[in-house]
């Protein structure tokens, strides 16, 4: 199924039920557009919700709720409980996914390509620039590696899957952080970008010698080759529902607030070394309480029964006692 570039407006139901259908909005990651369009289609008969979404961005989506354009916004990296209270916003998680490795080289194969995140620091710094360097033929021994440029192909809009593996590469890399950081926007020092997900997953998949970051999701979906990746434990995994999976078991919620967990370099010898929750932001003041209700409505029923839709999809469902704690905040924050 191809993603759409610009908006994911998803329409949900027949034409009788479509004229009695209540409208929300929301925009924002892309990492999310998959799941929220499928849960969205799900749940329209039993909710009676329509839901349009623009997939444009995490940064994008953050600005269009603190301007109050859009129901709710979407975003993989947790907002700070400062800018939360300056904008009079909740934020709670939705899903866990794993943010993965697409490559487009010559006779390599999916998951036959091992990579490290310093590894992927060099590259994206623009220290190692062809696919034969010794560095690359020394862990993939067994594997031909072409005397290929390198092309990286980064976001080039204001991305939380961005935030997800800059902050990443600056765990496992001194110069990363010191030199380029962590944010949903960063200063590439080697590259070109693309705008949303789908337009890494396409360029990756048109250039040969691409590498690029995408949601696992749009790998699954756009048929891309992906890579294993060393973790925290020293361990080369391949990205699965059971490498996403043991990540996001060790994660300890009782630790943070407003639910703003860090996922990445997680430990366990099987854990996915890259991988993030995805989180909704809602006002507290709305102007229209019942478009917020909705949209409570929309996502207590996703939470309810959408793990398959989630699972089919390679995300992680929420544990149990998350969803409990996040309906919970709900009660708390939104009143009427």
């Known amino acids: 199924m191809k993603l759409a570039s610009t908006a994911l407006a998803i329409t ?58 859009v129901d709710f916004g979407a975003s993989d990296m947790p907002v700070s409980a400062a800018d939360l209270e300056a904008h009079k916003l909740i934020q709670f998680p939705t899903v866990i996914g794993g943010v993965v490795m697409a490559v487009n080289i010559p006779g390599v194969e999916a998951n036959q390509l091992k990579l490290t995140g310093e590894i992927l620091a060099e590259i994206y710094l623009g220290k190692i620039t062809k696919w034969n360097d010794p560095k690359l033929v020394e862990m993939n ?29 600056s765990m496992v890399d001194p110069t990363w952080k010191s030199s380029v ?41 756009n048929k891309l080759t992906t890579t294993q990746l060393r973790n925290k434990a020293g361990q080369f995994v391949s990205p699965t529902m059971e490498s ?69 999809l390679l995300y992680i469902p929420l544990p149990e006692a998350v969803q409990n704690a996040i309906r919970s905040a709900w009660a708390a924050a939104i009143k009427g």
């Open 181 to 221: 950081g962590a944010a949903t926007s960063v200063k590439w020092p080697a590259g070109n970008g693309a705008k949303g997900s789908d337009g890494v997953a396409a360029t990756v998949r048109q250039v040969k010698g691409g590498i690029g970051y995408v949601e696992s999701a749009y790998a699954t979906q």
């Open 12 to 69: 949900l139901a027949g034409l009788s039920f479509a004229a009695q259908a209540q409208q929300i909005t929301g925009a924002g990651s892309s990492f999310a557009a998959p799941i929220y369009g499928k849960w969205a289609e799900a749940a329209a008969a039993p909710t009676g919700l329509k839901l349009n979404y623009q997939s444009i961005g995490s940064g994008a989506g953050i600005n269009q709720i603190n301007n109050r354009t």
């Open 244 to 312: 996403f999976a043991a990540a996001a078991s060790n994660a300890d919620w009782s630790v943070v607030k407003n639910f703003a967990i860090d996922l990445n370099d997680e430990p366990g010898a099987t854990s996915w070394p890259i991988e993030s929750a995805t989180f909704v932001l809602l006002p507290t003041d709305a102007k229209d309480p019942a478009q917020s209700k909705a949209v409570l409505k929309l996502f207590d029923w996703s939470l309810s029964n959408g793990n398959k839709i989630a699972t089919d």
């Open 141 to 169: 021994r067994g594997v031909t590696l072409p005397n290929l440029a390198i092309a990286p192909v980064y976001r080039a809009d204001g991305s939380g899957t961005t935030f997800v593996f800059t902050d990443y590469l």
